[in-house]
């Protein structure tokens, strides 16, 4: 169903306006990635992400978050999904991590948002609507930035380019990143595999929107 179709359902917690965002004076880009558990598909993509943008921005340009709509906060992390991690200080990162709980505060301020699934993108709109041109699934913006959308001057102009060039895609179900919690190692693997190369596309878009 697309969120179009649903009333809006906020969030006890009250948004507060975006502040420190990427297109004012030197605040780092803030994005925010979004999945169910908040301990794979979400978590991963946080950390990769975190770790590819260091990389090519330097350290805090940019500060990559996640969430989940229904954490459990007793669980931590896959074993697969550290064993999956690109590098050390991934790993490393993965191993603290902890779920956080999807809300309009935190959504607040973050300039791109990434869902795993049109069905967490729904949620995300419900929180906050206005969020419609900057938020996107993984794979969604992955492609979009595979097919060389590209925009100088800010991650603003990116999300815009991005927006603009979302109806040239397929339908939304097309990018959906399959959930492989509690099953077999390859269903982790397969996830990385699809993930990895949208995320390398999306660090590479987001640096070039900054850097030019």
Not at 27 to 50: D, E, F, K, M
């Amino acid at each position: 169903m697309s969120w179009t179709s649903r009333p809006p359902i906020r969030s006890p917690f009250a948004a507060t306006p975006a502040a420190g965002r990427a297109d004012d004076g030197d605040a780092p880009v803030r994005i925010l990635t979004v999945c169910t558990g908040n301990i794979c598909r979400s978590a991963y993509a946080q950390h990769v992400l975190q770790h590819r943008l260091d990389e090519l921005l330097g350290p805090g340009r940019a500060v990559v978050t996640s969430v989940g709509t229904g954490p459990n906060q007793a669980l931590a992390v896959p074993e697969p999904i550290l064993e999956l991690a690109p590098a050390a200080q991934v790993r490393k990162a993965l191993a603290a991590h902890r779920p956080r709980q999807l809300t309009a505060r935190t959504l607040a301020g973050q300039d791109l948002v990434l869902a795993a699934t049109q069905g967490h993108l729904d949620a995300v709109l419900r929180e906050d609507p206005g969020a419609v041109r900057r938020a996107f699934t993984l794979l969604e913006a992955g492609r979009l930035a595979e097919g060389g959308v590209a925009a100088e001057g800010g991650v603003r102009e990116l999300t815009a380019a991005m927006a603009a060039g979302r109806p040239r895609l397929a339908g939304a179900e097309a990018w959906d990143l399959p959930d492989p919690f509690r099953g077999p190692v390859q269903g982790y693997v397969a996830m990385a595999r699809v993930l990895d190369p949208a995320l390398e596309g999306i660090a590479r878009a987001v640096a070039r929107s900054v850097d030019g």
